[in-house]
């Protein structure tokens, strides 16, 4: 059974960190594009960052770079989020989602999503102080 599970979302103030994690099983996360979307609350789910399967490339939305990294622990079979210097605005559930995906490269583009064929049940995170 395919599954993706998302985890290390919470509580942080402004400034800060955390490590997202999207945990797969039933199928091998390096052979799928994987992207993480966010919904923030009252808004349409975007895409923030996208790693392609077989090269490993790295793509994001303008307003997460330089901010958030997108990696892969093949051995793990976990692709994680690191996400820092945390505003209040990028509240919302973060899910991770996988696909044979040829829109990585556009991850932040609405149609972009409908390419990802399994998703993650999402984990909440929280930027207040």
């Known amino acids: 059974q395919v599954q993706l599970v998302e985890s290390g979302g919470g509580l942080v103030q402004p400034g800060g960190s955390l490590r997202l994690s999207c945990a797969g099983s039933?199928?091998?996360?390096?052979?799928?594009?994987i992207g993480w979307f966010r919904q923030a609350p009252g808004k349409e789910r975007e895409g923030i960052s996208c790693?392609?399967?077989?090269?490993?490339?790295?793509y994001y939305k303008d307003s997460m770079k330089g901010r958030f990294t997108i990696s892969r622990d093949t051995a793990k079979n976990t692709v994680y989020l690191q996400m820092n210097s945390l505003k209040p605005e990028d509240t919302g559930i973060y899910y991770c989602?996988?696909?044979?995906?040829?829109?990585?490269?556009?991850?932040?583009?609405?149609?972009?999503?409908?390419?990802?064929?399994?998703w993650g049940q999402g984990t909440q995170v929280t930027v207040s102080s």
């Open positions: 790693l392609t399967g077989r090269d490993g490339l790295t």
């Open positions: 039933g199928f091998s996360l390096d052979a799928y594009a």
């Open positions: 989602a996988a696909g044979q995906v040829i829109g990585c490269i556009t991850i932040w583009k609405p149609e972009t999503e409908y390419q990802f064929e399994y």
